[in-house]
């Protein structure tokens, strides 16, 4: 079954402590894709990668960092994360041309 | 640079009322465009992917549409669970996928 897997989702974490959300699909795609969506804002994109060793910023790349070093994967990982971080985060894949897939979600609150 | 806009903002709607909803989009070399569903806490669900003008998709009671600078959803005769915030997103050949901010559109029984 085509899936985009994320992991924790869900996560309480205190300000400054590192931490990664991962994200992983079995579809082979090349577009892969990290967006968080905040009550009225819909969604925004902060990282996306065309390819592997290919990343780029998005709208709202501040504060994360991502790396793409097998297809499959797409961390998304936040240095010190502070309490303006707390969102819902989506991962999203795809290839060019087709339709995205989006994960179920991972709810962060940061405190 | 890409944009997407979607209007209205938000639709409120009786039961039965039919009506449409925009996605007006500036890009250069569309590769395809695309519309998706989105329930409160989940991730956006697909529902069309349009590539030329002149193009149409259904599914049930929802009805995609696309020219050359923009795609309608029509929507006939609506029920309550087709309440959902609407999304329309775009993209360039070789380049990145930008979604629109969106339709809420409620169905009152």
């Known amino acids: 079954e085509a899936q985009v897997t994320q992991n924790p989702r869900y996560l309480i974490t205190v300000t400054g402590k590192k931490l990664t959300v991962t994200c992983s699909q079995n579809?082979?795609?090349?577009?892969m894709s990290w967006y968080r969506q905040d009550p009225g804002l819909g969604l925004r994109q902060i990282y996306y990668s065309m390819n592997v060793e290919v990343t780029d910023k998005g709208d709202v790349p501040e504060g994360y960092k991502v790396s793409r070093k097998e297809k499959r994967n797409f961390p998304l990982i936040l240095e010190s994360p502070s309490p303006n971080q707390t969102s819902l985060y989506f991962c999203?894949?795809?290839?060019?041309?087709?339709?995205?897939?989006f994960g179920e979600g991972s709810w962060l609150t940061v405190v | 640079e890409d944009q997407v806009t979607q209007s209205p903002e938000a639709l409120r709607l009786q039961e039965g009322e039919s009506s449409s909803l925009n996605c007006s989009y500036t890009v250069s070399g569309l590769r395809g465009l695309f519309w998706y569903r989105q329930d409160p806490g989940k991730g956006p669900e697909f529902l069309f992917t349009?590539?030329?003008a002149g193009e149409e998709k259904e599914k049930e009671r929802l009805k995609a549409t696309l020219t050359k600078k923009e795609s309608f959803l029509h929507i006939t005769a609506p029920k309550p669970e087709d309440s959902a915030t609407y999304l329309c997103a775009v993209q360039a050949t070789g380049q990145n996928f930008v979604f629109g901010p969106g339709t809420r559109l409620s169905v009152l029984p």
């Open positions: 579809m082979n795609h090349e577009y």
């Open positions: 349009l590539y030329s």
């Open positions: 999203a894949s795809g290839q060019s041309g087709n339709t995205i897939y």
